[in-house]
Each structure stands twice: as C-alpha cells, then as structure tokens.
C-alpha cells in the first residue's frame, strides 16, 4: 500500500517499549518508554513511508470495567500497578499530553471511557480507503474488512483474505468468536472447554452437531452472550469520531525532545522530517 495512514496502537507500542527498553533512565528519570515509541515509530515511518500517522490512546477510566470490575483485572497484582508500570503510565501521558504535540503530531486522540481500540476502530471506519493498524493486539482482527493489519511482533502485514482463508469467517464473525470463546488478555470470560477454534468450527457450521462443545454452545445464556459480545465488539456504542489533520511536524522541537532526554544516538533522529 502507497504512503497509507498508519493508524498505530500507541499503548501497545508503548507496552512493547517497557520490556525492550523501559529500564533506560536519564537524569534519574524513567525514559525507557519514550525511547522505545520513537524507535518503533520510526522503524514504521521508514517502512511505510505513511502520508500522516495516527496515535491512539487508551483511557485509564474504563466504560468496559464499570460494567464489569474484572474487566483487564488479570493485568496487575493483586496490590496494583507494579513501580515499572507506574513509571510506563507516567511516559505514556507525558508523551500523548506534552511531547507529541510538541512536536507537531497533531493526530493523537483519546477519549475518556474508551480503549485506543475503539478509536482505531472508529478511525478506520470513518477512514478505510487507506489505513494500515499497527498493533499485535488480536482484537482487532475483526477490522480487517476495513483495514489491513501490520502485526509488530510478527512484522508482517495481515490481510482481509488471509484471514478468511486461515478461518473461513468474514473479519467481522471474529467479534462472534471473542464472543463465545473470551479474551484471556482482557480477563472476559469465555464458555468453558471453548477456544477461539472450537467457536470459529461452530459459526462454520463444521463444529459437529449435538457433541458436548456444541451443546455447550448452544446452551449458553442469552444473558452471558450479550455482555461479552459489548465487551469485545469494536467500536463501543458512543466511540466519538476524529478527525485527520495534516502533521505539522517539527524537527527542530523533535531534536530538542530527544536532547532533553538523552536520546543522542536514537536511530532515525535525523530523518524523521523526510516522512513527516
């Protein structure tokens, strides 16, 4: 895809640049977490050469959690945020409210109640002749109808029909399979002894008939259905739209940022302005 807009899962980067480079401090400050979402950015910069990019942010007050308190329960102790996540938070809301406006990202978006998941959702749909997600997170298969995939962790693009032909659903069925098989990763329960696999042969039509999964499938409460497809559909009903404005990026701010945190031999720190 030519010069896409690339629509970037900005928590997960950052998630990524915890156990990567998060122990980086200068000054007796945490800067791991900057230092690794300007290397992974540029890293996409370099490979895309994107016509805008796109942050999206996570709120940490969740519309999900207030309708179930262990929504995402599974993610911290039992005591809370342990210090390094603490200090990943801080980096987060330094860089969505101070550095990346200052220099110029202007297409960093966030919504009170709602997950950078919505957003990137949302934008796509409003969006879709030429998105490309980047993210690892596989919630969002369910947007490939929209918009293409670049998998971070993979580094390989995901693709609307590679995604029928693994699991021969449409991208939006995946929301069905979250649905009756949970979400690990976001602690939503799914019914018991069905996997993403047993649920994909279910709404396939090949998951055979009046076998144990399939009576558990069929047994299941209107009740327990209708609270995990909310959970795991994207967008959230009440997801806002944003609207995508030229960069106005600036270099001399951006080589400041990284002066002011020590980032002297940050990889790209010079050529960020060929892309943006």
Known sequence: MKNPILVIDANYIGYRALFTTG????KGRPTGVI???FSQTFTLLEKFRPSNIVFCWDSRNSLRRKRM???????????GPAKELLDAFNQFNLLREEILPRIGIVNNFYADGYEADDIIARIVMDYPENCVICSSDDDL????????IFNLGRKEL???????????????QWAD????????????P????IGEKTAAAFLTGTLKENS????????ASEEFLQLNRWLVSLPLPGTPSFSIKPNQFSQFEFERVCKSFGFHKLKGKEEWAMYL
Do not use: M
């Open 69 to 79: 308190p262990t929504y995402k329960s599974g993610r911290h102790g039992k005591d």
């Open 141 to 148: 298969l369910q947007l490939l109808g929209f918009a293409p």
């Open 35 to 37: 230092y690794g979402v």
């Open 212 to 219: 144990k999964k399939w009576q558990i499938i069929k047994n």
């Open 177 to 188: 399979v979250k649905t009756l098989a949970g979400c690990s990763g976001d602690s939503v």
């Open 158 to 172: 995901v693709t609307e029909k590679e995604f029928r032909k693994k699991w021969g659903l449409s991208p939006a």
């Open 23 to 26: 122990p980086l401090e200068y």
């Open 190 to 193: 799914g019914l018991p002894g």
